[in-house]
């Protein structure tokens, strides 16, 4: 039997078997196996904020990915819904929070193939390649995973990293408050004429935003949430049309957009497990919450799960305990769920209030926005709130030496 094993090799399953790496807990990471690469290379990224950053450096990956990666400096938000009341433009500075940068945007591919470099390295990451988990039979003191191939693992702490349609979570008995958005997101990066001159930019639209996000050089990522018709549309377009009709919605900001890379199209929906952790299994990422991408919320999130249940799990093995006993899933829960509650409900409040028809809801947003403009001790802590919750980080996420 094994002490702990995560579930999901994404960013997050990758960084949750290097956080407790770091903090001294040996663990098996089940992966899918490796497939090549398709035709399209994948140009999507991630907007990581400084203490996701951190985390990065402290389990000895940044080094790897920094070089492909564009600083995020400044947070620009337009109002684009043609309300009759409209909100100001505004732009956050890192450097009214004494920040050089917020963070840094970074290549998806860049950052997994870091992160899966490094896990093989690492004495104490054991990786099984399995097509699956089928089954989770969870006991009083274990919980045995029975794979696709037939064979089966132990382990009293199971980290569920497996995604918003998590058979962990299931196994667990974990429900979820879920609810379409009738949007659908067109992602992809694209190259343009202008400097973005390190400003994320995110226009707020009544079929929902649209972000650019810096990449290095004059290129950019785009997250462009639309109607799912119109999305539908977008993706069937020759690359072409597509940057005739990004240009044009984009007002200019970047000067004619010279390529565009492949895109994406996934439907966004609002869903919060109700609980962290139950039955010696512990959820992270999208298996405990997923949301629209507005602020850049989504991986920050998760990355912060990783770090609190690596540090939960290695505090309770240096003191000999049982990582999976009720206390300890209570104490992740404890630490996370108010962080995924208020992300969710912040973002949620956002996106419902720029697709609403409602005057006295366009009027509530343009005031806020109003006075978030007008009051600098609410826009600095409006800046710090979004890069952290309330409350002290975990140490894989600060800055002192470990």
Same mark, same amino acid.
């Given at each position: 039997?094994? $002490?702990?094993?995560?579930?999901?090799?994404?960013?997050?399953?990758?960084?949750? @078997?290097?956080?407790?790496?770091?903090?001294?807990? +040996? *663990?098996?990471?089940? !992966? @899918?196996? =490796?497939? +090549?690469?398709?035709d399209k290379p994948d140009t999507r990224t991630a907007a990581l904020f400084n203490p996701s950053i951190q985390l990065l450096r402290n389990i000895g990956v940044w080094n790897a990915v920094v070089e492909h990666c564009a600083p995020l400096a400044a947070i620009r938000l337009i109002d684009d819904t043609a309300a009759i009341f409209r909100a100001p433009e505004l732009t956050f500075h890192a450097s009214e929070i004494a920040e050089a940068v917020f963070g840094f945007n970074v290549p998806q591919v860049r950052l997994l193939a870091a992160l899966n470099a490094k896990a093989q390295d690492a004495a104490a990451v054991r990786i099984v390649e399995s !097509?699956?988990? &089928?089954? /989770?039979?969870?006991?009083? $003191?274990?919980?045995?995973? =029975?794979?696709?191939?037939?064979?089966?693992? $132990?382990?009293?702490?199971?980290? !569920? !990293? $497996?995604?918003? *349609?998590?058979?962990? &979570?299931?196994?667990?008995?974990?429900?979820?408050?879920?609810? +379409?958005? *009738?949007?659908? @997101?067109?992602?992809?990066? /694209?190259? =343009?004429?202008?400097?973005h001159q390190s400003v994320s930019t995110e226009f707020h639209r009544r079929a929902g935003p649209m972000t650019v996000v810096p990449m290095p050089g004059r290129a950019s990522s785009l997250v462009w949430v639309e109607r799912p018709e119109t999305a539908a549309r977008l993706g069937a377009m020759d690359d072409k049309e597509f940057a005739r009709n990004l240009q044009r919605n984009l007002q200019g900001l970047l000067g004619e957009i010279a390529q565009v890379g492949p895109r994406v199209l996934f439907p966004l929906s609002h869903m919060t497990a109700a609980a962290m952790g139950r039955n010696r299994i512990a959820l992270i990422g999208e298996a405990a919450h997923a949301m629209p991408p507005i602020g850049a919320q989504g991986l920050n999130l998760s990355l912060r799960d990783a770090a609190v249940v690596a540090e939960i799990a290695g505090e309770a093995?240096?003191?000999g305990n049982d990582p999976g006993s009720p206390f300890c899933l209570g104490a992740y829960q404890d630490a996370r769920l108010p962080d995924a509650k208020e992300r969710s409900f912040a973002v949620g409040s956002l996106n419902a209030a720029l697709i609403s028809g409602l005057i006295p809801v366009q009027l509530a947003r343009g005031a806020g926005l109003h006075l978030i403009n007008a009051v600098p001790p609410l826009r600095r802590r409006l800046m710090h709130l979004g890069l952290a919750p309330r409350g002290p980080l975990p140490p894989l996420m600060r800055r002192e030496t470990l």
């Amino acid at each position: 039997m094994q $002490d702990v094993i995560v579930v999901g090799a994404g960013p997050a399953g990758l960084c949750t @078997a290097l956080a407790l790496a770091e903090r001294g807990v +040996p *663990n098996t990471l089940i !992966a @899918a196996p =490796h497939r +090549p690469a398709g035709d399209k290379p994948d140009t999507r990224t991630a907007a990581l904020f400084n203490p996701s950053i951190q985390l990065l450096r402290n389990i000895g990956v940044w080094n790897a990915v920094v070089e492909h990666c564009a600083p995020l400096a400044a947070i620009r938000l337009i109002d684009d819904t043609a309300a009759i009341f409209r909100a100001p433009e505004l732009t956050f500075h890192a450097s009214e929070i004494a920040e050089a940068v917020f963070g840094f945007n970074v290549p998806q591919v860049r950052l997994l193939a870091a992160l899966n470099a490094k896990a093989q390295d690492a004495a104490a990451v054991r990786i099984v390649e399995s !097509a699956g988990v &089928r089954d /989770f039979s969870i006991g009083e $003191d274990l919980v045995t995973l =029975h794979l696709a191939e037939g064979d089966s693992l $132990d382990a009293r702490l199971v980290i !569920a !990293a $497996d995604g918003r *349609n998590s058979l962990a &979570r299931r196994a667990a008995g974990i429900s979820v408050k879920e609810s +379409p958005c *009738n949007q659908t @997101a067109v992602a992809c990066a /694209f190259w =343009h004429q202008r400097d973005h001159q390190s400003v994320s930019t995110e226009f707020h639209r009544r079929a929902g935003p649209m972000t650019v996000v810096p990449m290095p050089g004059r290129a950019s990522s785009l997250v462009w949430v639309e109607r799912p018709e119109t999305a539908a549309r977008l993706g069937a377009m020759d690359d072409k049309e597509f940057a005739r009709n990004l240009q044009r919605n984009l007002q200019g900001l970047l000067g004619e957009i010279a390529q565009v890379g492949p895109r994406v199209l996934f439907p966004l929906s609002h869903m919060t497990a109700a609980a962290m952790g139950r039955n010696r299994i512990a959820l992270i990422g999208e298996a405990a919450h997923a949301m629209p991408p507005i602020g850049a919320q989504g991986l920050n999130l998760s990355l912060r799960d990783a770090a609190v249940v690596a540090e939960i799990a290695g505090e309770a093995l240096q003191a000999g305990n049982d990582p999976g006993s009720p206390f300890c899933l209570g104490a992740y829960q404890d630490a996370r769920l108010p962080d995924a509650k208020e992300r969710s409900f912040a973002v949620g409040s956002l996106n419902a209030a720029l697709i609403s028809g409602l005057i006295p809801v366009q009027l509530a947003r343009g005031a806020g926005l109003h006075l978030i403009n007008a009051v600098p001790p609410l826009r600095r802590r409006l800046m710090h709130l979004g890069l952290a919750p309330r409350g002290p980080l975990p140490p894989l996420m600060r800055r002192e030496t470990l």
